[in-house]
Nanobody, 130 residues
Framework: QAQLVESGGGSAQAGGSLRLSCVASEYSDGRYCVAWFREVPGKGRERVAAIYLAYGWTYYDESVKGRFTISRDSAKNTVDLQMSSLKPEDSAMYYC???????????????????????WGQGTRVTVSS
């Protein structure tokens, strides 16, 4: 069973940048959808970005498009989230999630929901001050 460990959270000023990293214990460039979710108290987990490892195709929520970049490093078994032009509303716990999916359209569509994922990291906190 894949284990995920996030790192890289912390504090930043609005307009600044942070880079989150997710290391997967079992990793292959196969039919996996790896996603970054964020959660604030009182709200459910929302997906901000995902990558379909077989092709490297990426998907973003409108709220972060153009500011966040998800990428993979196969040599390091990591999926990173580069966050730039940070806003206070980006403050949240960020979680990495992974799931085997039938093909890319599932990573784009159905697997936008947190309930579809069974493999999760422990989370890393991001705080953005104005």
């Amino acid at each position: 069973q894949a284990q995920l460990v996030e790192s890289g959270g912390g504090s930043a000023q609005a307009g600044g940048s942070l880079r989150l990293s997710c290391v997967a214990s079992e990793y292959s460039d196969g039919r996996y959808c790896v996603a970054w979710f964020r959660e604030v108290p009182g709200k459910g987990r929302e997906r901000v970005a995902a990558i379909y490892l077989a092709y490297g195709w990426t998907y973003y929520d409108e709220s972060v498009k153009g500011r966040f970049t998800i990428s993979r490093d196969s040599a390091k078994n990591t999926v990173d989230l580069q966050m730039s032009s940070l806003k206070p509303e980006d403050s949240a716990m960020y979680y990495c999630a992974l799931e085997l999916v039938p093909d890319a359209k599932y990573c784009r569509g159905k697997y936008v929901r947190s309930t579809e994922y069974t493999h999760w990291g422990q989370g890393t906190r991001v705080t953005v001050s104005s």
